[in-house]
Nanobody
Framework: VQLQASGGGLVQTGGSLRLSCTVSVSGRTFESLLLGWFRQAPGTEREFVAA??????FYADLAKGRFRISRDNAAKTMYLQMNRLKPEDTAAYYC????????????????WGQGTQVTVSS
């Protein structure tokens, strides 16, 4: 499984960005994957942002009401629509996947993409 994140950039406070994560995986395996977004700012630990399974979504408190996660199974792509961005949202954003959906939403991800940088100016 390979993941490729894109869509980061520089945006002003209050602006929006949509991140994409394209997943290279064979057959219909993509549909069964649990996919997540994480972020990491310099000098901080990586933190969970949001995740999506075939049947539902889960958000960290930092994302509730501002971010929306979605997926397109035909395109094997996951998205993160980020609205009302704040300077504290500045970070490298990573997408990740795992095949086991019984180990919770926020941990034990198996595969990771490279980060895409999001910078929110004040």
């Amino acid at each position: 499984v390979q993941l490729q994140a894109s869509g980061g950039g520089l945006v002003q406070t209050g602006g929006s960005l949509r991140l994409s994560c394209t997943v290279s995986v064979s057959g219909r395996t993509f549909e069964s994957l649990l996919l997540g977004w994480f972020r990491q700012a310099p000098g901080t630990e990586r933190e969970f942002v949001a995740a999506i399974s075939w049947s539902g979504t889960f958000y960290a408190d930092l994302a509730k009401g501002r971010f929306r996660i979605s997926r397109d199974n035909a395109a094997k792509t996951m998205y993160l629509q980020m609205n009302r961005l704040k300077p504290e949202d500045t970070a490298a954003y990573y997408c990740a996947s795992k095949s086991r959906t019984t180990t919770g939403w926020t941990m034990y991800y198996e595969y990771w993409g490279q980060g895409t940088q999001v910078t929110v100016s004040s």
